[in-house]
């Protein structure tokens, strides 16, 4: 973990909360969408807080894909939950909304969970050991999990034929 | 009869969402690391291999179904509901799946952290 993985984990943050914000706020002036106004989800996409929230929560989505190409899953969610944290601090020192001691627990809470996981490794070893940069043209499983399945494949039939001789002899 | 709709969509949203964020770990681990790539071989093939990855397809149209089950609980539900509880639920989902399908390794504190955001989570609705 570099600067520059921080900073990408910081995007992560950042832009889901003000992505999520915004279309928050575009959506209540949109009102209520039902299955038999599906017109409804095209005219809320024509609302512009919808729109940039729409292209904030794209720049959110290139980051999360650039922090899951070199760290876990269950690493990269709660390192990046501190923008619920955020949204809770603008709440109230910027729209100055109450914030009730139950939400304070909360923002606690998700920031010792951040503190906890940020404290170990961000990926898993196995992952780190596969060489999947090099064996991934066509998308499929990393060349090493293909060579690895096939001993195994190999043994399974090696046992299986002694059993057939046994079972034959009978 | 609106919170059956509301909770209904909660959980179509944190369905579709562990198995999109399944998906997309996946694929983005056999793209592998996206900065070297792109230092390596330009921005073009980033996407390129990024967009001819059948498990990134597939993981965004799982997000896709996360999204607009999203835009159906937020004009049922309030979002100070939807929200945590939807985040709160695919926390721990996201953790169990990992485990599974991604192997990855969930260690006490992984799963220690993840409960904390979760429930922390679930609080900022109050």
Request: charged fraction near 10%.
């Amino acid at each position: 973990m570099n600067v520059r993985k921080y900073l990408v984990l910081a995007g992560v943050t950042v832009f889901a909360a003000a992505g999520d914000s915004m279309l928050s706020h575009g959506m209540k002036q949109t009102g209520s969408i039902s299955v038999h106004h599906l017109r409804g989800v095209i005219f809320a996409v024509l609302n512009p807080w919808v729109a940039v929230g729409i292209l904030l929560l794209l720049a959110f989505f290139a980051a999360y894909m650039t922090a899951l190409s070199w760290a876990d899953l269950t690493y990269v969610l709660p390192a990046t939950s501190l923008g619920y944290v955020l949204l809770a601090l603008v709440a109230r020192f910027v729209l100055h909304e109450h914030v009730s001691p139950l939400r304070w627990l909360g923002i606690v809470l998700i920031t010792g969970g951040v503190g906890f996981v940020a404290g170990g490794p961000s990926l898993t070893e196995h992952h780190a050991a596969l060489p999947h940069a090099e064996h991934t043209e066509d998308g499929n499983e990393p060349l090493a999990v293909a060579t690895a399945k096939a001993p195994l494949l190999a043994k399974d039939t090696r046992n299986g034929a002694p059993q057939v001789g046994v079972t034959g002899k009978l | 009869m609106k919170a059956v709709y509301t909770w209904s969509a909660i959980l179509a949203i944190v369905f579709a969402s562990v198995v999109g964020d399944v998906l997309l770990a996946r694929a983005m681990k056999q793209v592998g690391d996206v900065g070297a790539l792109w230092r390596r071989a330009g921005l073009g093939m980033v996407v390129g291999r990024t967009m001819g990855n059948p498990n990134f397809l597939f993981g965004v149209t799982a997000m896709a179904v996360a999204f607009f089950s999203l835009l159906f609980a937020l004009s049922w539900g309030d979002v100070s509901l939807v929200a945590p509880a939807a985040a709160s639920l695919t926390f721990i989902g996201n953790a169990v799946a990992a485990r599974i399908f991604l192997h990855e390794k969930v260690d006490r504190r992984r799963w220690i952290a993840a409960s904390l955001v979760a429930a922390g989570v679930a609080l900022l609705a109050g």
